[in-house]
């Protein structure tokens, strides 16, 4: 089995892009024995290993920067892509990805605080229904849905509606967060043009397309081919959900019940407290180092 790899990423001289993972062909996660990808023209780096077909079930991959002139890792921020899990049979993968820097304010919404508590998914995982044929998977992170949207899929081919928010295509939670859908676009005439949007599952409208300009899935003629298409974070505005918080040591929190200098058991007071003045964060100080796991 043999997957391609392509990713853009814009780097200086010394510097390369390679891919990481979980499975002996790409290092074993092992960054020095990581699989290295090709310059492309522009800012393209692409490049195909074989593996074992049994390793394709459970492969877990990341990209990783290497600075060739001081031997430095750059990871990506997150746990790895996968890839999808179709009934089809394939001999080939094709996965172009985004870069996820850990810069990226849409990643903040990911970590537990958001993911377990703030905003907690409430959408139903679906199971997908497999297709006869699956030529394209489209995978997309929305962390900011409320529970009435679900992220739609709009594009110039008729599997994609030919431009018509009227009847969008609905894409589907998965188990990993993502919003995927899998479509055929074997009839295609050349590359396909695409945006993701907002719909309203309740009112039963299309509200509005992500910012930017179109994305493009490649169309590849070849049979037992699946085209992976992860295109990173919706384009929608990030700072669309607000809150406030406080941030105070335990021995300042004084009550009736305590011995007054404060105690663990007034944490419970506070946070009545702060539910009801509408505060969602509490910080307990002091302050500890909060991004070594990535979760917090």
Known sequence: MKIHFKIS??????????????????GNNDFQKAWPLNFQD???????????????????????????NDGQFTEEWGEGR?????????????????????????NTFLTAPFADVLLRDEHEVVVKKPLKTVTHVFRVKAPLMSLNQVVCLVGD????GNWSTLKPVLLHKTAE???EKEINLSRGNGATHYKYGVFDINEQRFCYFEAGP??????????????????????????SWKGAGVGLP?????TKQSFGVGDFGDLRLLTNWAVKVGLKLIQVLPLNDT??????
Not at 291 to 296: A, R, S
């Open 9 to 26: 990423y814009y780097t200086h001289w010394g510097q390369r892009i390679l891919v990481s993972g979980n499975i002996p062909e790409l």
């Open 177 to 179: 967060g993502f919003w």
């Open 42 to 68: 522009k800012e393209d780096w692409s490049g195909e290993v074989d593996i074992a077909e049994t390793n394709a079930a459970k492969l877990r991959y990341r990209y990783i920067l290497l600075n060739e």
């Open 157 to 160: 081919c008729k599997p994609l």
């Open 214 to 239: 179109d994305r493009t899935a490649p169309d590849i003629k070849s049979k037992k081919t699946l085209v992976l298409l992860d295109d990173g974070f919706i384009r929608i505005h990030s700072q």
């Open 82 to 106: 996968i890839l999808s899990d179709t009934n089809n049979d394939i001999n080939e993968f094709y996965c172009f990805d985004q870069w996820n820097s850990p810069a990226t304010v849409e």
């Open 291 to 296: 991004i070594g796991t990535h979760t917090e």
């Open 250 to 254: 335990v021995f300042s929190i004084r």
